[in-house]
């Protein structure tokens, strides 16, 4: 036979051919003794590996190209080549499958029966009929794209170039996966950078827009900054406005650092912020801040704010504690009483041993030492009247700090009454209604002396009090100095004229009496003026009455060695009764408003720590006897002169 269709037609029984001649100079198709086909092989059982010998084709001809083209008569045709688990002529027989689509320009890849890969001119899809992008994987389960090995050295999943040149790597081992990166390594959500990484180490973590970044970590400073990349120090927190710390707080503040925990710890705990240095092999605890619970229940209101500090032998003490009402406590040394309480509530604050302050202000000592406040100057180097301490006294009253130049109304000063600042005196400032500011009323200088209405003493220095009339009339000293009177009254008027010592008035602001005095000489003045008399009449009996008065020498029990001339008070009494004070044998007697010992009533007699009853002493005007000693003269006078009318 001389062709391919000649010996097709050739019974089985009679085939003896080895292969299928195509008219050329070689055999085209073999069909071996193992019933394998080779195409352009004439011994396919060994021309091609034991599990693809069923059809070889083979190209002999080295500058030639091989393959297998398979043509559909339209677009709507698919070229498939199938795999089939068993024989049959459907497609549920067929195990494996890949197909072109015409209609899209794809290939399909199934295997058991369901479609796995596609691949169009986008990209490759696994999972996927349409791929979006060069490589895209989806799945229905938990599970993404695995990439399994089971070498145990480094291993580089995918390279990422660009024209050629390296950019970064997903790679991994054994235990970990590491994503490189030649640049900057860009994390985007949504189409929006959320997260960089420089090539420095540098991280940022950007806002919703991706164009601010508003958490940065700075490899170099190996330090923390939010809202801000350029952190001064390890945890720097830039707030701008009313963007607390990254949270838009509207109008209250937002948090800047939030630290909580889990479930309701109970009375006695909370949370705690810890800080530490550098050790011998370990770091060291050198303070810490406890939010601490008071009870079980009610967290939010029932709880405290703790700071300890590490003492002289590095165990952690309670140092301040803020509690839940405001109240601030200040702890000594050891940690466990507290010695200055702020109470928030009494807006008061104790100092020392009282843990309950019933003023402002509250010190109180532990022992048999004085509570002090100390007031210091910083410098050295005080001028002519500067102070080294003041404490003062302010209102919020508007009638008074509309028509002054301060809220001051008062105000105790140490000042310096010199430029040497070797001594202070004590000066004591009080402001009136259209004053500016407070004016100096008294002043207890270095020496221990009393100024009032002046800043220094006005005369010789012996003053102990002196009281300047703000008017520059006159000055009333009193002195400790035994040359001179016990108080010394000085008129600052250079010209005559007469100056009051001492002015009386009744209970209606009349006057009653005074004592002046001019350039030369003092009177005692009582009033006398017509005007406030009545029932005026003529004094008789002078004489009688002036004989009653028994005149008497005597010492006084004070100063037995002086004797002097005098009355006793009773006996005047009763001859010239208002020029004696006092009721005789008079005694001190428990008055009614008096806060009465136990079994005394109204009107007893009160006792010295002797038992005895207290005198209440009688006194004597003397110069109330003149008008009974004026008429007693008149009436001798008379006498006198009508004797001498009658004698011959």
């Keep these: 036979m001389s062709n ?10 009679n085939f003896s051919s080895t292969g299928i001649d195509d008219n050329a100079t070689s055999t085209a198709i073999t069909i071996d003794s193992s019933e394998k086909v080779g195409i352009n092989s004439t011994a396919p059982s060994s021309d091609a590996w034991t599990g693809a010998r069923t059809l070889v084709i083979k190209e002999t001809d080295i500058t030639k190209d091989n393959g297998i083209t398979i043509i559909s008569s339209s677009a709507t045709n698919n070229g498939n080549i199938a795999f089939a688990d068993t024989s049959g002529g459907g497609f549920s027989d067929i195990g494996g499958l890949i197909t072109y689509l015409h209609n899209g320009d794809s290939f399909r890849f199934m ?85 960089r990484i420089a090539n420095n180490g540098d991280i940022s973590f950007l806002d919703s827009t991706g164009a601010t970044t508003r958490f ?28 607390y710390g990254g949270v838009n707080a509207g109008t209250e503040p937002g948090h800047v650092l939030t630290i909580s925990s889990a479930g309701n710890g109970g009375a ?19 303070a810490k801040i406890d939010a601490l619970q008071n ?49 928030a509530s009494a807006e008061s604050l104790s100092i020392g041993s009282s843990n309950n302050p019933d003023e402002n202000l509250h010190i109180q000592t532990s022992d048999s030492t004085a509570g002090t406040i100390k007031l210091q100057r910083g410098t050295s180097g005080v001028g002519t009247g500067e102070a080294v301490g003041e404490l003062k006294f302010a209102t919020n009253d508007t009638s008074y700090t509309a028509t002054t130049s301060t809220d001051e109304v008062a105000k105790i000063s140490a000042v310096s009454p010199n430029i040497y600042g070797d001594r202070y005196d004590l000066a004591f400032y009080t402001g009136i209604y259209n004053e500016s500011t407070p004016g100096e009323r008294l002043r207890i200088t270095s020496s221990g002396n009393v100024l009032i209405g ?5 005369r010789i220095g012996r003053e102990k009090v002196e009281i300047k009339n703000t008017t520059g009339e ?72 002036l004989k009653q008065l028994q005149p008497k020498r005597f010492n006084f029990i004070a100063d037995a060695d002086t004797t002097v001339d005098g009355f006793l008070a009773h006996e005047v009494q009763s001859v010239v009764p208002e020029a004696i004070t006092g009721t005789h044998n008079e005694v001190e007697v428990w008055k009614e408003g008096e806060e ?33 000693l004026v008429k007693t003269i008149q009436e001798l006078e008379a006498r006198i002169t009508a004797l001498e009318t009658n004698q011959p």
């Design 268 to 286: 006695g705990r909370g949370t705690s912020m810890v800080f530490q240095s550098p050790g011998s092999g370990s770091s060291v605890t050198t």
């Design 454 to 458: 002046t800043t220094s003493a006005q």
């Design 111 to 195: 295997t058991a029966n369901t479609e796995r890969m596609r691949l169009n001119s986008t990209g490759l899809g696994i999972g996927t009929s349409s791929p979006g992008a060069k490589l895209e994987i989806q799945t229905g389960s938990d599970w993404g794209n695995i990439i399994n090995s089971t070498y145990a050295g480094t291993q580089y999943f995918q390279q990422f170039e660009y024209n050629g040149t390296s950019i970064g790597k997903i790679r991994g081992d054994n235990s970990s996966i590491a994503i490189e990166s030649g640049s900057n390594l860009i994390l985007q959500t949504a189409n929006t950078e959320r997260m």
């Design 596 to 628: 009465l010992p136990e079994g005394v009533s109204v009107g007893d007699n009160k006792l010295d720590e002797n038992g005895n009853t207290i005198p209440v002493y009688q006194g004597i005007d003397q110069s109330k006897l003149v008008p009974l």
């Design 216 to 243: 940065f970590w700075d490899t170099s400073l190996r330090s923390i900054g939010i809202n801000t990349t350029a952190p001064e120090t390890a945890l720097h927190v830039a707030l701008s406005g009313t963007n």
């Design 474 to 545: 006159a000055i009333l000293s009193f002195t400790n100095d035994l040359s001179y009177a016990g108080r010394v009254h000085k008129s600052l008027q250079e010209s005559g004229g007469t100056h009051y010592i001492d002015y009386y008035l009744n209970s209606d602001n009349g006057n009653v009496g005074a004592i002046t005095h001019n350039d030369s000489s003092t009177s005692f003045v009582t009033s006398s003026d017509y005007r406030l008399k009545e029932n005026v009449v003529d004094m008789t009996n002078a004489t009688d009455r």
């Design 4 to 13: 391919a269709r000649d010996k097709a037609n050739i019974p089985a029984l």
């Design 295 to 343: 009870s079980q229940s009610s967290i939010a209101s029932n709880a405290n704010l703790v700071f300890n500090v590490a003492n002289t032998s590095g165990n952690l003490t309670r140092r301040l504690l803020i509690g839940n009402g405001g109240d601030i406590s200040f702890y000594e040394d050891t940690g466990t009483t507290p010695k200055m309480i702020w109470d």
